[in-house]
């Protein structure tokens, strides 16, 4: 635990007299210990970073060889010592070394007996120490009796901000500032916030390697900004983490009380967002329960299924987007139900950041959104867009996604669900893992969903492109290539020959080659379209390539 500050000792512990002779920039360095200098090597023996070393100047030249004060300050700011205490003549050259590494080295008066100072400075910091623990303990006592109670979390920030006299945050796992209580100087500001949201990758970063504790959480300083700082705690149930508490002041005036206050305060937290998480737990299970039954038709009575979701917070009467989300790496693999957890907390938190009203369910090892939207499409595309993006850095870039067009009522959820998880399969056909398909946004594709089997996929290919298909793989050709970009041309020999970088006269004789081997004239315009639609339908069974 932290002791006083050298700054504390000189002022109120230390001998008349004492003056500062270097190092002002390190007065608040936090003292754990006396050691006065022995008068045998080692001088310093077990030293563990932050005392107060006393120093008998002339005993230097006792040693063998003889010692410098230089030299001691040197050994003793490599070591991490908080300070010197300095009986007798200082050199100019040690007084410069102490400012060029901040070290703080204090000039005692004449006469003053070392063996005396350690003891009076050794009982001021255990009575400091005692005193921190005492209000520790009254702390958490206070703000235990308010979670047990059952005030909630707000009051436990009141309180602990009126006990510290400064600013109190807290936030979710996903680092969204969920309240605040202002006091002192600090107030919450968007420039604050972005600031919190910063540090997350820092603290996830510092809470994989840190030892967690429910009843003393460990603390982390870290800046706000240039004019402030922060003392964050974790809220943690066993590896869970439920949120993050911190303590703000401006910068070099939070004490390392305010460090105990974090991690008591962190401590009574866990106890109300433990029964919070109890509940919300409860909470995901009926959201599971109703969105299965909603997305399969097992939802039995209209009127039930909307008291439930009513129950839930959410209006099916409202237009609503389905978001299918499936992590596995392509149609074959099933991820594991511990895959699908992390998922769907991934879900849950990024669509929570985003304020939408949702329901969050799974289904067939999908993750199933039913999520509230607005009327501008282009605004739900850009946000939808965005939460897979947000989901797939957190869980993995192979995530993939379906979003189904808009729809409203418990009948709509059953053909949310279906273009969704629609989109999701012929995304992953098409373009491979790691897309997000739009259900109003396959055009020709849909019509494909509603084929039963791949079989009759395959036949019309065969039908339609098969021969060029089996000429390009016998031959090397490009065929099948060449038809694609004359179609995606507008039917231009001119430009099909700039998008596939040939001759225009290359480009003719490959169309009059695809007339003779398929056997069709493409100035029939039912025949283009039959040869498109074989096109697209290759581009499904081959994920998006020629087939070759």
Known sequence: MAGLSVEALWRHILPAGTNIAAGIVGLDRDVTWPVTMRTRAPA??????????????????DFDPPMSLTAVIRSLAGLGAAGAAVSGEIAAEAIDLADAVGFPLLRLPDGASLAELENVVARAVVDRRTEIHQ????????LTELAIEGHGVN?????????????????????????HSERGAIRVNPAIEDSLRADARRIETWIARTTMSASEPPTLRLAIGTEAERVVAPIAVRDTILGYLSIAGPRGKLADIDDLAASRGAAACTIDLARERAVSEVEDRLQTDLVEALVTGGYGSINGA???????????????????????????????????????????????????????????????????????????????????SSISARVAPTLSSGVSRRHDGVEGAMTAYREAE?????????????????????????????????????EFFSDTLGALADYDRQHDGELVRTLDAYFASLCSPTDAADRLHVHRNTLLYRLRRIEEIAGVDLANGEVRLALHLGLRVGDVLHHGRPAR
């Open 44 to 61: 310093f023996p077990h030293l563990k970073g932050g005392e107060l070393a006393l120093i008998s100047s002339g005993s230097l030249s």
């Open 135 to 142: 209000r520790g303990q009254d702390l958490y006592r206070r």
């Open 155 to 179: 009051a436990i920030l009141d309180t602990l901000a009126e006990l510290t006299g400064k600013t109190i945050l807290l936030e979710s796992p996903s680092f969204v500032l969920r309240a």
């Open 306 to 388: 909307q008291t439930r979701a009513q129950r839930l917070s959410f209006d099916l009467n409202r237009s609503y987007t389905a978001i299918v989300f499936s992590g596995a790496i392509g149609a074959a693999t099933s991820p594991s139900p511990l895959a699908v957890r992390e998922l769907r907390g991934a879900v849950e938190r990024e669509i929570e950041t985003g304020g939408a009203p949702a329901m969050v369910g799974v289904h067939d090892g999908y993750v199933i959104a039913l999520v509230t939207d607005g009327d501008d499409v282009a605004a739900t595309k850009t946000w939808t867009q965005e939460l897979h």
């Open 422 to 458: 629609g989109a999701l399969r012929l995304g992953r056909r098409v373009y491979g893992d790691g897309q997000m398909s739009h259900f109003g946004e396959l055009g020709l594709f849909r019509l494909l969903l509603s084929l039963p089997t791949a079989s009759e996929l395959e």
